[in-house]
């Protein structure tokens, strides 16, 4: 929908009534100390009932305006008179008024209750797929192999209907942004754009409340349904958005998770997005907020439930001067990822991406199994980023928590197993088989609300006497999970380097694993995903050739790249934008920002791109 009033109209109205702020039209002017301007009458009959914020940036004021019980009627009535013959008759009919705004409640009970009946829900027949690859298809019956990968793969089905069908999962939504003072002008307009786009793509089901902070934090918007009259509420309180004060993150987002914590009732889905352009002036008194005692001291004066992976807090550090290593470090401790935003356009394509995916859960609590098959083999190692792993029951049996998944959404993991040599005799046509291991996950499908539990095929490997040339061909999809391992590995490894201040250490690192996936046989074979990996081990080079450029962009960088990995999640990095290129191998969509996008997450980038090809700030 479209409003006739610019951003700017409420610093020349009365945000209450409307009507033109002009001196020397027999009305008192209130100028509150937050510096916005009302109509005396107007605000004081709004704080008469106990309404003691400012309307427009929702300030708690300490100085309100009293007005005498004297003589108000007939004052009142020729103000009104004024009203329906100036500013607001032109503009009422276009325009919701400004809602009441009432003083913050001590508890956030107060969220639009559920409908009564839940949005149908697709259905169809397709569960969570498993496939598995070994790097051999044999291995000598006389030889023994300490660490032989198996590739484990998990893929989420696709969401019938798409991102903005009414039959995907609900989500309830808290956007925390950053109002301070350094968001004035163009960036507090694309941050609006931005919310504007994410409500756009809110269904009726889903809910949505909006937090502010710049030297507090204010619940600017309460958990309400994106029905048409939440949306244009929404898109009210958005427009209220004025930058202004310091940088209160832990404010923020102590806000935004008590607004969910304290909510009655709870949607399927729910996620916290936090933006920010700096780093948090009200508990840090100096600009070294990225070792690692302040970031401890930072993330343990945030609530307990933050760090419990119940809800994941997406952050996204925007310019040269936010705190990365803390955005990062908050992302990581919930299971969100963190997103790095170089340029001040890309601000709704990153929350595209991010909503994209948090529109298209299809199952949660995805727990990956394997299990020994044969007597003699171990597991060894489970490389999984992130994700909480285990081996237990004498290297027989490991475990990875998944978590949630999008919809088409795939996570590979490599299982490293000691295989023992074999006295297998062989089946009735002489061949012997090892078998190595069994697969299996369990999930809550959110189609039918039900745990799922699915069953992959046992995973075996040929014992030959000798190798014949066609068991000495590596499989490529293992090679190419293991060249990105080695990729996040080369570029944690370098940026520990980097923060030492040891950059000629880092470029070493970085080179020599670019040498590693050129001459690996995924690269040789042509795979698309380690040309991906090589820019990005380059791109990266780049942003350390200085202290200076390692500080400005290259550390935002590398620590959006290492979330993306870490999770195997897209995240937006500097100032790239979606570009699909489809793989040979598999059939799988890959992008420049680390081949880990999902179809929805591109089709609401489209969507965002499409826009801004026809919007101006």
Same mark, same amino acid.
């Given at each position: 929908?479209?409003?006739?009033?610019?951003?700017?109209?409420? +610093?020349?109205?009365?945000?209450?009534?409307?009507?033109?702020?002009?001196?020397?039209?027999?009305?008192?002017?209130?100028?509150?100390?937050?510096?916005?301007?009302?109509?005396?009458?107007?605000?004081?009959?709004?704080?008469?009932?106990?309404?003691?914020?400012?309307?427009?940036?929702?300030?708690?004021w300490n100085d309100v305006p009293f007005q005498a019980p004297t003589n108000v009627a007939a004052t009142q009535q020729n103000h009104l008179g004024h009203i329906h013959n100036g500013f607001n008759h032109r503009y009422q009919s276009h325009l919701p008024l400004l809602p009441q705004v009432h003083p913050e409640p001590l508890s956030f009970s107060d969220d639009e209750p559920l409908p009564s009946t839940s949005p149908s829900r697709f259905s169809g027949p397709q569960n969570v797929t498993i496939r598995t690859y070994t790097e051999y298809s044999a291995i000598p019956v006389a030889e023994s192999r300490p660490t032989f990968p198996v590739l484990v793969s998990v893929r989420a089905p696709p969401l019938q209907g798409g991102a903005n069908s009414h039959g995907r999962t609900p989500i309830d939504?808290?956007?925390?942004?950053?109002?301070?003072?350094?968001?004035?002008?163009?960036?507090?307009?694309?941050?609006?754009?931005?919310?504007r786009f994410v409500i756009q793509n809110l269904g009726p089901y889903d809910r949505l409340a909006i937090v502010s902070f710049s030297n507090t934090a204010t619940r600017v918007f309460p958990l309400r349904r994106m029905t048409v009259d939440g949306r244009e509420s929404a898109f009210l309180a958005v427009e209220s958005l004025r930058a202004h004060g310091g940088?209160?993150?832990?404010?923020?987002?102590?806000?935004g998770v008590q607004v969910l914590e304290e909510r009655r009732a709870r949607n399927p889905v729910s996620s916290i997005i936090l933006l920010s352009d700096g780093r948090d002036n009200?508990?840090?008194?100096?600009?070294?907020?990225?070792?690692p005692n302040r970031v401890s001291e930072f993330l343990n004066r945030l609530p307990a439930s933050v760090h419990c992976s119940n809800v994941p807090i997406h952050t996204f550090g925007f310019g040269t001067d936010h705190d990365a290593t803390t955005m990062h470090a908050i992302s990581d401790s919930s299971s969100g990822t963190f997103s790095f935003i170089e340029s001040v356009a890309m601000i709704q394509d990153a929350f595209a991406m991010c909503i994209g995916g948090l529109l298209s859960v299809v199952a949660q609590e995805l727990r990956l199994t394997v299990r020994s098959a044969s007597h003699g083999v171990q597991i060894v190692s489970i490389p999984s980023g992130r994700h909480v792993s285990e081996i237990s029951d004498e290297c027989q049996q490991g475990a990875v928590d998944v978590g949630n998944m999008y919809?088409?959404? +795939?996570?590979?993991?490599?299982?490293?197993?000691?295989?023992?040599?074999?006295?297998?005799?062989?089946?009735? +046509?002489?061949?012997?088989k090892t078998s190595l291991l069994d697969v299996s996950c369990v999930y809550k499908d959110l189609g039918s609300n039900e745990s799922t539990h699915v069953q992959g095929e046992r995973v075996e490997i040929l014992r030959p006497k000798v190798w014949s040339p066609a068991d000495e061909a590596v499989c490529l999809e293992v090679d190419r999970q293991r060249n990105r391992l080695?990729?996040?590995?080369?570029?944690? +490894?370098?940026?520990a380097m980097a923060e030492m201040g040891n950059l000629e250490g880092a470029q070493a690192i970085l080179a020599q694993r670019i040498e590693t996936i050129l001459t690996s046989p995924a690269a040789q074979a042509g795979d698309g995903l380690c040309n991906l990996l090589e820019a990005e081990l380059r791109e990266i080079r780049d942003r350390m050739a200085s202290m200076e450029s390692y500080t400005q962009t290259g550390r935002a960088y590398v620590l959006s790249g290492l979330s993306s990995h870490s999770w195997q999640r897209a995240t937006t990095r500097g100032d790239m934008t979606t570009q699909i290129m489809t793989?040979?191998?598999?059939?799988?969509?890959?992008?420049?920002?680390?081949?880990?996008?999902?179809?929805t997450m591109v089709n609401m980038v489209r969507m965002s791109q499409n826009l801004g090809v026809n919007h101006t700030v």
């Open positions: 929908m479209s409003f006739l009033l610019k951003v700017n109209d409420f +610093e020349k109205n009365c945000a209450i009534c409307l009507s033109n702020l002009r001196a020397g039209q027999g009305q008192a002017i209130f100028t509150a100390e937050c510096s916005h301007s009302f109509h005396f009458l107007c605000i004081a009959n709004n704080v008469k009932h106990g309404n003691i914020c400012c309307p427009i940036c929702r300030s708690k939504l808290v956007t925390v942004l950053d109002v301070s003072g350094s968001m004035f002008g163009t960036k507090i307009a694309l941050l609006k754009r931005a919310v940088t209160d993150i832990v404010g923020g987002l102590k806000k009200c508990i840090y008194d100096s600009q070294n907020t990225s070792s919809a088409e959404e +795939e996570k590979q993991f490599l299982v490293y197993l000691l295989v023992p040599t074999s006295s297998a005799t062989g089946n009735r +046509e002489g061949i012997r080695l990729v996040a590995e080369g570029i944690a +490894e370098a940026q793989m040979n191998e598999g059939g799988n969509s890959r992008s420049s920002a680390g081949g880990y996008e999902t179809p």
